[in-house]
């Protein structure tokens, strides 16, 4: 059974069901999940057919993609650190569709217990890498990230698992899940890659994040005084400009520059921007010029993307990569942070947190930010401790 569904607004959710087309990319074959079977079919032919779909037209049937990390490598003229094994985008077409009422779940929590995480020792070794390569004037900021394996303490129907998640009331705006088979996406992503809507193309980049209490203004007051985190915004917001005009020369705007965005335990801050289109513009295109985003890559992208491999040296997969919806005339495309994947057999759940490192970071702080990030997540799931 393939599935998806995403939060549509407050009180309901978009269910996607009855999977007509199901497939895992490679680089020069795709796996067909409704045979079982792989097919030869390089990349390339992918990618042309994404080329074929226009941002502005009107799909017949609800697409979802899911578009690994390791995508944009290829985009980026990165494709030599990508093997032939590594899995690069998910595509899903259904036949039937549904807006339902926020489910409710026969779970109370969800029991996991950690299995590997970062050490510091090794987070700051890392870190002075990244310190290294900003001193030597190769970057701005890098987006340091880590893996957190856990493991549940029973089988637990992912069915259950995705109904206890949406009856959440910290669900954010992009949040979504996908059930492959033995596979599980769960994302609770309140960041956009883009969004198109009556010709206009917008992003929300996130960056900056403060732990809150029972007062979050007093935690957003305190970044707002933080030049440190006005900085790594800022870099940000400029790259996501330069972005956009590659869409559409040279038309793009800040809307808004430092906006509150909560999620939760967590404060963080945003920018908005937008540009207007005038002709038809391709799905491929689109990628190319804002995959994957900038705020969980850094500044310059391409160059930071080099550092990340070097640096991180494990996949990240979905994790970092983005997932598009389309149906109808929208296309709606999230950032995969707060995201974990859960393989169902053998109950075991990768979950991917980290943060921006620039100049004036501080190691101790930036190790606490991702620690936090991951307690927001087990926090939305009732984890016992958090």
Not at 327 to 343: E, G, M, P, Q
Request: hydrophobic share 35%; proline share 5%; with cysteine.
């Amino acid at each position: 059974m393939i599935t998806s569904t995403f939060k549509w607004n407050r009180s309901a959710v978009l269910e996607l069901s009855q999977a007509t087309v199901a497939y895992i990319y490679f680089r020069e074959y795709r796996f067909n999940l409704l045979t079982g079977f792989p097919e030869a079919y390089p990349l390339e032919r992918f990618l042309l057919s994404l080329e074929a779909v226009t941002i502005q037209e009107r799909v017949k049937r609800p697409r979802v993609y899911h578009f690994h990390y390791e995508l944009g490598l290829l985009l980026s003229g990165l494709g030599h650190t990508v093997g032939p094994e590594t899995p690069l985008a998910i595509e899903l077409e259904y036949d039937r569709r549904r807006v339902s009422p926020l489910p409710k779940s026969r779970l109370k929590q969800v029991h996991l217990r950690s299995i590997e995480r970062p050490s510091w020792s090794e987070y700051k070794l890392a870190f002075q890498r990244i310190q290294d390569h900003l001193l030597d004037g190769n970057c701005y900021q890098v987006n340091l990230t880590y893996p957190f394996d856990f493991e549940t303490e029973a089988l637990i129907d992912p069915r259950d698992l995705r109904d206890f998640f949406f009856s959440r009331p910290g669900v954010s705006a992009y949040a979504h899940s996908t059930f492959l088979g033995d596979e599980l996406i769960l994302s609770n992503s309140p960041e956009c890659l883009f969004q198109y809507d009556r010709n206009r193309m917008m992003t929300m980049p996130i960056k900056g994040t403060r732990r809150v209490g029972h007062d979050w203004r007093k935690a957003w007051q305190e970044m707002l005084r933080d030049v440190k985190e006005e900085g790594e915004l800022t870099m940000i917001t400029d790259l996501l400009r330069n972005d956009l005009n590659r869409l559409e020369q040279p038309r793009a705007k800040v809307l808004k520059k430092r906006a509150s965005l909560r999620v939760p335990g967590l404060v963080h801050q945003c920018s908005v921007l937008a540009v207007d289109l005038d002709r038809p513009l391709g799905l491929r295109r689109t990628l190319e010029c804002l995959f994957p985003g900038g705020s969980v890559t850094g500044a310059p992208k391409k160059r930071v993307m080099q550092i990340i491999q070097e640096v991180e040296r494990y996949q990240r997969g979905i994790y970092c990569g983005s997932t598009l919806l389309c149906l109808d005339d929208r296309k709606c495309a999230s950032i995969n942070i707060r995201t974990a994947t859960l393989s169902t057999s053998d109950r075991l759940w990768r979950y991917g947190a980290g943060g921006g490192i620039t100049l004036l970071s501080k190691p101790v702080l930036e190790f606490q930010e991702m620690e936090n990030k991951v307690s927001s997540f087990l926090t939305l799931l009732k984890t016992p401790g958090y």
